[in-house]
């Protein structure tokens, strides 16, 4: 599975981003897929999780409300949609497949994951 993130950039608090990730393999659509991301200095934490059927979500609480991931199994990509963005949403974002469990938000079950695209937010 190849992973190719985009859609990154900058934004001032209060706007919009969409993140999207295109993966490679017909296999795609039997993947929970996830976004994390990682700031300066910290830890790579989880962002969103979708199963494989779009049917469950899951977000860090520090997102929920504001951020909308997505999944388009014909396309083989998922999308982060991001609104009222703060200052600490400042981060790479990666977009990672988990090919081996049913169901995760722990990194560590995610074996495939893309380069990763650079969010800033300016207050």
């Known amino acids: 599975v190849q992973l190719q993130a985009s859609g990154g950039g900058w934004v001032q608090a209060g706007g919009s981003l969409k993140l999207s990730c295109a993966a490679s393999?017909?296999?795609?659509?039997?993947?929970?897929m996830g976004w994390f991301r990682q700031a300066p200095g910290k830890e790579r934490d989880f962002v969103a999780a979708?199963?494989?059927?779009?049917?469950?979500?899951d977000y860090a609480d520090s997102v929920k409300g504001r951020f909308t991931i997505t999944r388009d199994n014909a396309e083989n990509t998922v999308d982060l949609q991001m609104n009222s963005l703060k200052s600490e949403d400042t981060a790479v974002y990666y977009c990672?497949?988990?090919?081996?469990?049913?169901?995760?938000?722990?990194?560590?079950?995610?074996?495939?994951w893309g380069q990763g695209t650079q969010v800033t937010v300016s207050s």
């Open positions: 393999g017909r296999t795609f659509r039997y993947y929970t």
């Open positions: 990672a497949a988990d090919t081996g469990s049913s169901w995760s938000t722990s990194m560590n079950e995610y074996d495939y």
């Open positions: 979708i199963s494989w059927s779009g049917a469950i979500t």
